[in-house]
């Protein structure tokens, strides 16, 4: 594939908001999880944020009965097209997902079914997937293609897959990647519960991503969006290039459960590092929910790929928790500050058995329900 440049990327959760804060935050180590009403470890948004999307609403009354996923969207709309300086919009392709979709408009409007037996006018509208891209492509006046979709908790890194291929058969010169998710719902959260996957743990660090011998599961619900801008001509300044891609499906045991090799993951490690030296690479993000199985999942596959020679290992769950589809961008936006900033970020449940004097190549992983994995490799 030909290189892809990331230009610009922008981003809405409890890490911070603005590139600055969100590296402060991961050096800080500082967990970022709450208690809500029914005692559940989650991740929200902070109250300034919460203020900005309000505004959202205010300003504009017909996006008053917007899902919170497409007002979180909107919000990074903008700020990423100034970071970009795309003057000429016409040749700006837009390709946005989410696992769950709306899910505060889609529980609210059916328990208004449930009530009064009849269905609000806007329900099948505002709860449809497609929302999230043309929403921001209405406000951003894009042309398109806009394009949404949903493929689990791999959906971010799917919109970058999906949006390279545009790029390099030269359809399009730009694209808007990303994600957004709201999952902190009660019924969502009890889904997770009764997968028996949801943190019941009283400590410091609730959510025990990369800790490969817990003995529960620890994987912890949050909220967040993000977007990020890739084109292929070479600008004068970016955040980094993609230079390697790869995904992985594998039959399986269940509708949750990878293989204990994963390999998914295996497979879409392997494409991703078609024709690349391993030894180069030099850190891996894991995906790492703080599952039991998912975790040494992951790991096992790493081993698999890697064997003896083992890149430093991390991943921002333990932090920032899961959040769902969007997930792999949170994690790539990571490997980017690492990459930009030349500094590790750990993760305090795993030690790397080496360091590196400089950060070139992160390889960042992805996987969800389904089977279904994403890797992705990028450099500076």
């Not at 935050?25 to 970022?32: A, F, H, M, R």
């Not at 920032?320 to 490997?335: C, D, I, K, Q, R």
């Not at 058995?353 to 450099?379: P, Y």
């Amino acid at each position: 594939m030909k290189p892809i440049y990331i230009i610009a990327s922008e981003s809405l959760s409890a890490l911070g908001d603005h590139t600055a804060d969100i590296w402060q935050t991961y050096q800080s180590k500082k967990v970022l999880f709450s208690k809500n009403e029914a005692n559940d470890w989650v991740c929200c948004l902070n109250a300034n944020q919460e203020k900005a999307l309000e505004k959202l609403i205010t300003t504009d009354l017909k996006k008053k009965k917007l899902d919170k996923t497409v007002l979180m969207a909107l919000s990074l709309g903008q700020k990423l097209m100034a970071k970009a300086h795309w003057q000429n919009k016409k040749n700006v392709g837009i390709n946005l997902g989410s696992s769950r979709g709306a899910t505060h408009v889609f529980e609210q409007d059916f328990q208004y079914f449930l009530e009064t037996g009849t269905s609000k006018i806007q329900t099948s509208p505002t709860t449809t997937l497609g929302n999230i891209s043309s929403w921001l492509a209405q406000d951003l006046s894009l042309n398109g293609p806009e394009i949404s979709h949903s493929i689990t908790c791999s959906t971010g890194l799917h919109a970058l897959l999906n949006s390279i291929a545009w790029l390099n058969s030269g359809m399009r010169k730009r694209f808007i990647i990303g994600a957004s998710e709201a999952p902190l719902t009660t019924f969502t959260i009890e889904q997770m519960k009764a997968l028996k996957v949801y943190s019941k743990l009283n400590t410091e660090k609730p959510c025990e991503s990369m800790l490969f011998d817990k003995k529960s599961n620890s994987m912890i619900l949050a909220e967040g969006a993000i977007l990020m801008a890739l084109q292929t001509n070479k600008p004068q300044k970016y955040l980094a290039k993609v230079v390697g891609i790869g995904y992985g499906i594998e039959p399986l045991d269940s509708a949750t459960a990878l293989s204990k090799q994963g390999l998914c993951l295996q497979k879409s490690m392997g494409m991703a590092l078609k024709g690349i030296d391993k030894k180069s690479i030099d850190a891996i993000v894991m995906h790492a929910p703080g599952t039991i199985q998912g975790d040494q999942s992951e790991f096992e596959a790493i081993k698999a790929i890697f064997e003896t020679d083992m890149p430093l290992l991390t991943s921002n769950k333990w932090q920032l928790g899961h959040t769902f589809g969007a997930s792999g961008l949170f994690s790539l936006e990571l490997a980017l500050l690492m990459l930009q900033n030349q500094q590790f970020i750990d993760n305090p449940f795993y030690t790397n058995k080496k360091t590196v004097k400089a950060l070139k190549r992160i390889l960042v992983n992805s996987v969800g329900f389904g089977g279904n994995a994403v890797s992705v490799l990028v450099e500076v």
